[in-house]
Nanobody, 125 residues
Framework: QVQLVESGGGLVQAGGSLRLSCAASERTFSRYSVGWFRQAPGKEREFVAAITRSGESFYYADSVKGRFTISRDNAKNTGYLQMNSLLPEDTATYYC??????????????????WGQGTQVTVSS
């Protein structure tokens, strides 16, 4: 079983940046696609970004495209989400998740096998 731990959340002003990390407990981390999702109070969990096992393909929600960058370092068993030009509407709890092969349905939260506990991101206006 893969355990995921997010870090890097916090309070930032609009226009600022944060870098989230997702540390995995297993060396088999490279076997999984990684996704980032977020959930704001009173809203459903929504897809943010995903990256395939070797990092050759990545996907973004339209709302974050051009501002967020997903990446991974399989040698460190860690995934990242660089968030720039943050907006108040980006405020949410951010979760990372791991999905076993094949790399399909990466925008679908129900397709993921393992989840982290989440990290809070708050963007003030």
């Amino acid at each position: 079983q893969v355990q995921l731990v997010e870090s890097g959340g916090g309070l930032v002003q609009a226009g600022g940046s944060l870098r989230l990390s997702c540390a995995a407990s297993e060396r088999t981390f490279s076997r999984y696609s990684v996704g980032w999702f977020r959930q704001a109070p009173g809203k459903e969990r929504e897809f943010v970004a995903a990256i395939t096992r070797s990092g050759e393909s990545f996907y973004y929600a339209d709302s974050v495209k051009g501002r967020f960058t997903i990446s991974r370092d399989n040698a460190k068993n860690t995934g990242y989400l660089q968030m720039n030009s943050l907006l108040p509407e980006d405020t949410a709890t951010y979760y990372c998740a791991a999905k076993s092969y094949p790399p399909v349905r990466l925008r679908d939260s129900t397709a993921y096998n393992y989840w982290g506990q989440g990290t809070q991101v708050t963007v003030s206006s």
